[in-house]
Nanobody, 117 residues
Framework: QVQLVESGGGLVQAGGSLRLSCAASGRISSINIMGWYRQAPGKQRDLVASILSGGTTNYADSVKGRFTISRDNAKNTMYLQMNSLKPEDTALYYC???????????WGQGTQVTVSS
């Protein structure tokens, strides 16, 4: 059983920073892609950033230059450093992991990020 636990969300003023963490436990293939998604009220869940186990990253255009995704494979932990936050970044942020060569699609419970103007 795979479990993902997010932490680090909170309330911050526009222009501020937050760092999200996602700790994974359980049996996960070492070859995988981890990602952060977010969902604002009334909107669909969208990809924010993803990172392959080898380190290749991908970002949504809306966060390029402001957010940085990283991972520590030894600790099975992923991070999202969010700088220059904007009110439109307000959402519930979810952690996700998918093995590349095995079945599975795992989600955390989400952590709330609220950016005030």
């Amino acid at each position: 059983q795979v479990q993902l636990v997010e932490s680090g969300g909170g309330l911050v003023q526009a222009g501020g920073s937050l760092r999200l963490s996602c700790a994974a436990s359980g049996r996960i293939s070492s070859i995988n892609i981890m990602g952060w998604y977010r969902q604002a009220p009334g909107k669909q869940r969208d990809l924010v950033a993803s990172i392959l186990s080898g380190g290749t990253t991908n970002y949504a255009d809306s966060v390029k230059g402001r957010f940085t995704i990283s991972r520590d494979n030894a600790k099975n932990t992923m991070y999202l450093q969010m700088n220059s936050l904007k009110p439109e970044d307000t959402a519930l942020y979810y952690c996700n992991v998918k093995p590349l060569f095995a079945k599975g699609d795992y989600w955390g419970q989400g952590t709330q990020v609220t950016v005030s103007s």
